[in-house]
C-alpha cells in the first residue's frame, strides 16, 4: 500500500508563489504517472497538472501553463508542484495522485 503525503500548503497573497511537495512511502513515480489536482468548496476536482514516469513529460491545465512547474526529485519518492503568480481562484485543497492511490490533500489559500 502506498502512501501520499502532501505539504507545502499554506496562505498567500494574490500574486504569490507556494511549492507543494508529494512525499511516497515508496518508489513509484518512476513506475507511474503522478498528478496534481485541486478541489475548490462547492466544485468538482480537477486537474491541474502530471508528470510521466520518464520524469520527463510533463502535462498542464491550460490555466495554470506558464505559471506552475511540476517535477520529481532524483531519488523518484517526491513530487513538487512551484507555483508561482497565484490568483484567488486558485484557492483549494490540492491532492497528488499516482497509479491509484491519493493523499490527503494540503490546503492553499490565497487572498486578494
Known amino acids: 500500500q502506498v502512501q501520499l503525503v502532501e505539504s507545502g500548503g499554506g496562505s498567500v497573497q494574490t500574486g504569490g508563489s507556494l511549492t507543494l511537495s508529494c512525499a511516497a512511502s515508496e518508489r513509484v513515480f518512476d513506475l507511474y504517472t503522478t498528478g496534481w489536482y485541486r478541489q475548490a468548496p462547492g466544485k468538482e476536482r480537477e486537474f491541474v497538472a502530471a508528470?510521466?514516469?520518464?520524469?520527463?513529460?510533463?502535462y498542464y491545465a491550460d490555466s495554470v501553463k506558464g505559471r506552475f512547474t511540476i517535477s520529481r526529485d532524483n531519488a523518484n519518492t517526491t513530487i513538487y508542484l512551484q507555483m508561482n503568480s497565484l490568483i484567488p481562484e486558485e484557492a483549494a485543497i490540492y491532492y497528488c495522485?499516482?497509479?491509484?492511490?491519493w493523499g490527503q490533500g494540503t490546503q492553499v489559500t490565497v487572498s486578494a
Open positions: 508528470l510521466g514516469r520518464s520524469g520527463t513529460s510533463t
Open positions: 495522485s499516482t497509479e491509484q492511490y
